[in-house]
């Protein structure tokens, strides 16, 4: 079915890593299409990617945000879940047109509805200037 996205909750610890591992994936692929079509995301909690109740939004943000993030590289991790919600901790690099790295690290919380699609998200983000040589993601 178009408007749902496994797996659905109640998630099991096995299935909330999967759902996890998804939007890792689809990030990291830098593709504005396959990222609206994982678990439904807003970036930088402002602008609606996908959205259980609007529909399908543009994606030229993302596009404009990888642009500015330079060799943009994420890791997720599972933190907790329970029922329809998981928690995530997670880190990505990048580097900006002058060449300076930075780390952006934070926590985000994910409420889905019934068809697996994000229905709220909360996140807190921090931006940190790194040197090349501090890279954990190369």
Not at 1 to 19: C, D, G, H
Not at 39 to 45: E, Q, Y
Not at 52 to 58: E, L, M, V
Request: charged fraction near 30%; hydrophobic fraction near 30%.
């Amino acid at each position: 079915m178009e408007n749902q996205r496994l797996p659905l909750p109640p998630f099991t610890e096995e299935t909330a890593k999967q759902k996890i591992q998804m939007a890792e994936d689809a990030w990291n692929s830098k593709d504005p299409e396959r990222v609206s079509g994982s678990p439904p995301w807003t970036v930088n909690g402002a602008i609606a990617i996908y959205s259980s109740t609007a529909g399908r939004k543009s994606c030229s943000s993302l596009t404009a945000k990888w642009q500015k993030e330079q060799q943009y590289k994420l890791k997720k991790e599972y933190w907790a879940h329970a029922g329809n919600r998981i928690a995530v901790r997670f880190e990505y690099e990048y580097h900006d047109e002058s060449g300076q790295w930075f780390r952006a690290y934070g926590n985000e919380n994910w409420e889905f509805d019934e068809n697996g699609l994000m229905a709220k998200r909360y996140a807190s983000i921090n931006d940190l200037a790194i040197e090349e040589t501090d890279r954990k993601f190369r």
